[in-house]
């Protein structure tokens, strides 16, 4: 085999890696940003944040004695990296409304998620991550 072919199958190979790289990078979605953003947890109450003011609300719309938990967790970094958990709020049991202000940016993507305390095995529900 000529040293022109060897070269010219290098480049081949080189020209598909870097094709990979570059779809792979545009089809990967990073956080969305948002305005307001909801979560639900059926009848049993919800997760909100509203933009203006980078307010959270957590609701527990079922008097049913048990209350909602609400989280808030931060990503670092493009889809992927370390995460942890901001803060905690619980809204417990009658039917009733709890706000916690909170400032995002761009910087960082952030996950809401809520947990009925009537049943954590039950899992809870989590937002899409998101940001300004």
Not at 35 to 52: A, H, P
Request: proline share 2%; charged share 20%; hydrophobic share 35%.
């Amino acid at each position: 085999m000529n040293r022109a072919r060897i070269g010219h199958r290098r480049t081949g190979a080189a020209a598909a890696a870097l094709a990979a790289v570059a779809l792979l990078a545009v089809s990967a979605s990073p956080a969305s940003a948002t305005s307001n953003k909801t979560i639900s947890y059926g009848s049993r109450g919800y997760m909100e944040f509203i933009d203006d003011g980078d307010v959270f609300k957590l609701c527990d719309t079922l008097a049913d004695g048990q209350g909602v938990d609400g989280y808030l967790m931060r990503r670092d970094g493009f889809l992927g990296g370390n995460f942890q958990q901001l803060w905690a709020i619980t809204d417990g049991g009658a039917g009733t409304c709890t706000k916690k202000p909170y400032n995002i940016g761009n910087s960082y993507d952030y996950q809401m998620q809520i947990w009925w305390r009537g049943d954590y095995a039950g899992g809870g529900v989590y937002s899409e991550w998101f940001n300004e």
